[in-house]
Nanobody, 125 residues
Framework: QVQLVESGGGLVQAGGSLRLSCAASGLTFSSRSMGWFRQPPGKEREFVAA????????SYADSVEGRFTISRDNAKNSVYLQMNNLKPEDTAVYYC??????????????????WGQGTQVTVSS
């Protein structure tokens, strides 16, 4: 049974930083691309960042490029999202997700196979 468990969310002031973590189990983590999506209040789920299985390639939504960094530790079956210079519009539930393969990613949530339960990030102005 695949489990993705997020942690690290919380309340932060604008300009602050948070680091989200996702611990994975039940899948061959080192062979899977991993990603982060978010769902702002009243909106659809949207792509944030993704990283290929080897960690050699990453991709970001335009809205977070230069502020967020995705990374992974295959020895710990974990993926991270470092979020700096947070803005009120970053407020959302953040989800960790796993892809069906390791050499590709997608910006559409329907393409991803596994999902965590989500962690709330709230940025106050």
């Amino acid at each position: 049974q695949v489990q993705l468990v997020e942690s690290g969310g919380g309340l932060v002031q604008a300009g602050g930083s948070l680091r989200l973590s996702c611990a994975a189990s039940g899948l061959t983590f080192s062979s899977r691309s991993m990603g982060w999506f978010r769902q702002p209040p009243g909106k659809e789920r949207e792509f944030v960042a993704a990283i290929r299985a080897s960690g050699s390639r990453t991709s970001y939504a335009d809205s977070v490029e230069g502020r967020f960094t995705i990374s992974r530790d295959n020895a710990k079956n974990s993926v991270y999202l470092q979020m700096n210079n947070l803005k009120p519009e970053d407020t959302a539930v953040y989800y960790c997700t796993g892809f069906w393969a390791g050499g590709a990613t997608s910006t559409t949530p329907e393409s991803w196979n596994y999902w965590g339960q989500g962690t709330q990030v709230t940025v106050s102005s």
